[in-house]
């Protein structure tokens, strides 16, 4: 049989039987014999992890790596020790030659004592290390954001398209007394302020928030209730505690409160005693209990206002209330071109889509747009010719396209009509029956 035929034939059998070290390490010697040594060292590491202390695998291992042989060490005369050194005049010594001194601080490399470290850095990509490293110390608080990413936003309000009166509001409650700190000192007005943005999904309130922070210079931070929501009691208040603390170390800064109906739903209709202290613990951030907020410029977004807390509403807190429309046919010129700049469009008649796009939100543009490039491309596959996106594209998309805030409005009508304590949603009832829909 020849030498070829024995290795199949064990390593047949090693595989059948990995555990097996002698039958390995017979391999491993017919495998160097051959002159394949690089597969003789993959069964030489599996056996050292095994069985380090192996004889037979350290010199198989020395053999393939080309390490000749130790010599045994040469007999040396015991070293004198302290007493006898002191009586002779002799300096005590730690070895042949070397004077005695301080132990060493241990090393970090591969010590001597250990034949296998050298093998261990030879074989990283063949054996596992025997030791995984330690896990990474935790960080300080305060000298990282465990939690949350501070970001710096390079959008601005000029890229929103519309909004007219939201971007006034915005302009007198924030961004004016920040370029004016001089004036703002002599007002006495505060860089502290909670503002809450409402209104139907998919009407760029988050895009409103980024491009507030990017106008400010500002930081930017945006939490949701997956990022407080802790299993552990506590844990969620100490999560929202840490957010706020971010914000305040990196002011000036845009705090953005995504759906804050969910974190501070009204106390009186939330059964879990967990989300009222969260609800609590985000009554006292706001106030600046724990720490000074000036700078921190907190701005919330909801599609629900109504299930908002009236305490989170009070001056001081989220005073300020911004309606947050569907886009305007300006508004909506401005996001259709946005969404068809890099498509290949032909004929498209875009006052007759904006004509048609009324009640429309900033997503459903998006969709249609989208819609009818998948028309397009869908007919240029069945014809093996690719053509232009065109009217035709869009008119089939506007036939099975429908505004998703239809229903938010249907809500939205009862509560303006019998929930109006106080006018909190004049502008809603004024936008309503500017519609015809009050």
Known sequence: MSSDSVITSLTTAVEANPDDVPLRLHLAGLLLDGGRSGEAIAHIGQALARNPSDQEAQRLMQRALGVPPADPAPATTPAPDAA?????????????????GPPSAPSTGPSADDPLAAYE???????????????EPEPVAGEADRMFDVETSTIRLADVGGMTDVKERLELAFLGPLRNPELRKLYGKSLRGGLMLYGPPGCGKTFLARAIA??????????????????????????????????RRSAPCVLFLDEVDALGHKRSKVTSSNMRTIGNQL????????????????LAATNTPWDVDPALRRPGRLDRVVLVLPPDAPARTSIL???????????IDLPRIVKSTEDFSGADLAH????????????????????????????RALKEIRPSTKPW????????????????????????KRRKLL
């Open 409 to 432: 409005f249907a809500t939205a009508r009862n509560v303006a009509m019998f929930a109006n304590e106080g006018g909190a949603y004049d502008d809603l009832v004024a936008y309503l």
């Open 84 to 100: 006898d050194a002191a009586s002779s005049g002799t300096p005590a010594t730690s070895g042949p030659g070397q004077p005695a």
């Open 121 to 135: 850095q030879e074989l990283a990509d063949v054996v596992p290390p025997r030791f995984a490293a330690g896990d």
């Open 337 to 347: 071109q946005y969404h068809l700049r890099e498509r290949p469009i032909a004929n």
């Open 214 to 247: 990017g106008e400010m210079g500002a930081k930017f931070i945006s939490l949701s209730i997956v990022d407080v929501l802790d299993m552990w009691i506590g844990n969620s208040e100490r999560n929202l505690h840490e957010l706020f603390e971010a914000a």
């Open 283 to 298: 009554l006292a951030e706001l106030d600046g209990v724990e720490g000074n907020n000036e700078g921190v410029f907190v």
């Open 368 to 395: 249609l747009c989208e819609s009818a490039a998948e028309y397009a491309m869908a007919d240029s596959i069945r014809r093996g010719e690719v053509r232009m996106i065109e009217q035709r594209d869009f008119d």
